[in-house]
């Protein structure tokens, strides 16, 4: 098979993974909403709470497929726009400190006090950071770390660190594969990495994913100098959207 028929194998198990991964969710919420019709004095609020879950699990995979929908059949990216990294990871620590908090996690930020500048459209960008943490936040056992520095060659890096378990060495190679968990940890659907890796290369970023050694992994990416052929987008902006939900 050629090229065209890569991608319309890739589209169709695409497709049979999302079906597969709605359907879990819908036979919860079927079998508890005919558990709870069954019963005349039966508590309903446990079986409401399981089906409010499932609900918000239902909902985060269908915005990531439309997300990801989008991203793969736009034939013009949004405009980019030259960003401070450093904003955009100060940002990050109001977005996820409730986040975090609620998992008794300690969130830690670092930025440079200069500007360092790099260049795509803004709601990537949170995106972006926004997976990294969100996937951190649920392997971690007490602290994430998220840092913005500058690499050598007047480079700009992201990284987001957790100490957890780690990745399996066997598990590396498949991160970014739609719909893959690494662990039965959380709630994802495999579609977060998915849409981290979208994002990294239609900037022509490139990744760095390692196991730390006193324990859990560090999800870095680097990015060449924003150019100034990139810069005709006026000035750098520190917008930040809302957390964005997370597969």
């Not at 100034?228 to 930040?240: F, I, V």
Request: charged share 25%; aromatic share 4%; with cysteine.
């Amino acid at each position: 098979g050629g090229p065209v028929e890569r991608m319309r194998q890739r589209q169709l198990a695409f497709t049979a993974d999302a079906s597969h991964e709605l359907r879990t969710p819908l036979t919860v919420m079927q079998a508890e909403a005919s558990l709870a019709l069954s019963g005349n004095d039966r508590d309903l609020r446990p079986a409401l709470k399981r089906v409010s879950g499932e609900i918000g699990r239902m909902r985060r995979i269908v915005e990531d497929l439309l997300w990801l929908a989008r991203f793969d059949s736009e034939p013009r990216s949004p405009q980019a726009q030259l960003i401070d990294l450093g904003t955009a990871v100060r940002t990050a620590e109001e977005r996820f400190g409730t986040v975090a908090a609620t998992g008794s996690l300690a969130l830690t930020v670092e930025a440079p006090d200069r500007t360092l500048l790099v260049s795509m459209p803004v709601e990537w960008l949170d995106r972006l950071i926004g997976v990294l943490v969100d996937n951190a936040c649920r392997h971690a056992h007490t602290e994430v770390r998220v840092e913005a520095r500058a690499a050598d060659g007047g480079r700009a890096e992201l990284s987001v660190s957790d100490d957890g378990e780690g990745i399996p060495d066997g598990e590396l190679p498949l991160l970014f594969d739609r719909f893959h968990r690494a662990t039965s940890v959380g709630q994802g659907a495999g579609l977060g990495l998915a849409i981290a890796d979208s994002v990294v290369r239609a900037t022509h970023g490139c990744w760095t994913v390692t196991n730390l050694a006193g324990g859990g992994a560090r999800f870095a990416v680097i990015w060449s100098a924003a150019r100034e052929a990139y810069a005709g987008t006026g000035e750098p902006t520190d917008r930040a959207a809302t957390p964005p939900s997370t597969g």
